[in-house]
């Protein structure tokens, strides 16, 4: 069973910079794929990025290319997002998971943390 624990989100404005942390404890952090989501008021969760087993693979929605950058470090079994560049669009919840498969990002089964508020203003 893994646990995640999101932190880091906050109030900034348009155009600043946060940095979202998810500690994982209770599981093989190493041995997971790891994405953050987002859920703005009233709409459905979307996908943010992504990060492969080891650290090799990054994925990116195109909202969020070249201003966000997925990292994780295994040995404090941490995941970060660096937010650059902020938008106000980018406001929401920013949840992190877990999955066995980078394939499997994002589903139902996976662990999930309870969230970090992101806002943005102009």
């Known amino acids: 069973q893994v646990q995640l624990v999101e932190s880091g989100g906050g109030l900034v404005q348009a155009g600043g910079s946060l940095r979202l942390s998810c500690a994982a404890s209770?599981?093989?952090?190493?041995?997971?794929?790891m994405g953050w989501f987002r859920q703005a008021p009233g709409k459905d969760r979307e996908f943010v990025a992504a990060?492969?087993?080891?650290?090799?693979?990054?994925y990116y929605t195109d909202a969020v290319k070249g201003r966000f950058t997925i990292s994780r470090d295994d040995v404090s079994t941490t995941l970060y997002l660096q937010m650059d560049s902020l938008k106000s669009e980018d406001t929401a919840v920013y949840y992190c998971?877990?999955?066995?498969?980078?394939?499997?990002?994002?589903?139902?089964?996976?662990?999930w943390g309870q969230g970090t508020q992101v806002t943005v203003t102009l």
């Open positions: 998971a877990a999955s066995r498969t980078y394939s499997g990002l994002g589903a139902r089964n996976n662990y």
């Open positions: 209770g599981g093989t952090f190493s041995a997971y794929a």
């Open positions: 990060i492969s087993v080891g650290g090799s693979s990054t």
